[in-house]
């Protein structure tokens, strides 16, 4: 193995930068030539490349969004693009690549797998949905940012005597709004993991202001409804007057928290090492703080499920 490639696909997310940097710096280390791929899928087939250097990914470890640019390609979605690509990695006598995103990248890089190229996957994406890894790139820092914000709701909730909705995102996966819940102590969380019961959810609002609870804080994740559909359910059905809040691409932004910095920079670590071993068709993952691999197609067609010790905890302590 001469030359590596990476690049990052699909939503961006914090720590997408700090993966970027252990991916240039493990392959110098091991005497590797580096580019990077710009905006992903698209500028692969565009042919938009640039060397990445150990200065060249200096003081971006702690920089939001990603200093490659990310987009989503409807050409390489095609055959004939995901051949183009190929031949555009084969054309720039890159041996490897590493690609940085969610499920939608790895599909892409499955077809490069099928077609014989080796690829590895680092799991970067808000939503914590990638079987194989306790935590994806971004998870913590935006489950962070929600709660940043959802502690300041809570101010105005309580002073107001107020429900307050607060929508946050996660695509089809409850983990932000599930961990967001517990770690603010907002007394519901409706996930789409959990069917909704708009009946049960009135009869818990119910009780909680019959037993002097002046405010309430319910935690949606986007893949449910939209914010305004439960309010107007709400208010509806019971006349509850919610006031809603979308926290929406904010979740996305901000430099990665400590944790995602450690992991990203793991993981890009050992997505080298995984490469030079003669890995292939694979994403790296941490289970259990112990890095790990796992077939690329299972990171999609498995569902991780949310730990139901803490699909309980909100119920219990939010008595
Ligand atoms: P994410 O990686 O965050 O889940 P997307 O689902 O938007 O993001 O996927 C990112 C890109 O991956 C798409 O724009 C497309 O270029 C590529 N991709 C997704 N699915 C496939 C597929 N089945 N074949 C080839 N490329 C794909």
Redesign the pocket.
């Known amino acids: 193995m001469k030359r590596l490639a990476v690049l990052t696909?699909?939503?961006d997310s914090p720590g997408m930068n700090a993966a970027i940097r252990a991916v240039t710096r493990a392959a110098i280390y091991r005497n590797l030539d580096v580019i990077g791929v710009r905006r992903?899928?698209?500028g692969l087939l565009d042919g938009d490349v640039i060397p990445l250097t150990k200065s060249s990914v200096g003081g971006i470890i702690h920089r939001g969004g990603t200093i490659l640019r990310t987009?989503?390609?409807?050409r390489?979605?095609r055959p004939e693009g995901?051949n183009e690509g190929l031949s555009r990695l084969r054309s720039l006598d890159v041996d490897g690549l590493v690609v940085i995103?969610?499920?939608?990248?790895?599909?892409?890089a499955q077809?490069l797998h099928l077609r014989g190229f080796p690829v590895v996957g680092i799991p970067g994406?808000i939503d914590n949905d990638l079987w194989g890894t306790d935590a994806t790139i971004g998870f913590d820092t935006a489950v962070n940012t929600a709660l940043d914000a959802v502690v300041k709701l809570r101010d105005t909730a309580s002073s107001h005597d107020r429900l307050f909705v607060v929508e946050v995102m996660g695509r089809h996966s409850g983990w932000i709004a599930l961990s967001v819940g517990v770690a603010s102590g907002a007394e519901h969380v409706v996930i789409p993991e959990v069917s909704f019961e708009l009946g049960r959810l009135c009869d818990k609002l119910h009780y909680a202001k019959k037993r002097g609870k002046t405010h309430s804080l319910i935690v949606l994740a986007e893949g449910v409804m939209p914010a305004q559909e439960l309010a107007s359910l709400l208010s509806d059905t019971a006349g509850y007057d919610a006031r809603i809040t979308v926290l929406g691409h904010i979740q996305r932004g901000g430099g990665p928290s400590a944790a995602d910095a450690i992991l990203a920079s793991r993981l890009g670590a050992f997505a080298v090492e995984s490469l030079c071993d003669g890995e292939k068709g694979i994403m790296v993952g941490c289970v259990n703080g112990a890095m790990c691999t796992v077939p690329l197609e299972k990171t999609w067609a498995e569902r991780k499920p949310l730990p139901p010790e803490l699909l309980e905890l909100v119920e219990t302590l939010s008595i």
Not at 71 to 74: F, G, Q
Not at 101 to 108: E, L, P, V
């Open positions: 696909s699909g939503g992903g899928y698209e987009a989503r390609s409807e390489f979605k995901v995103g969610g499920d939608g990248s790895f599909r892409g077809e994406t």
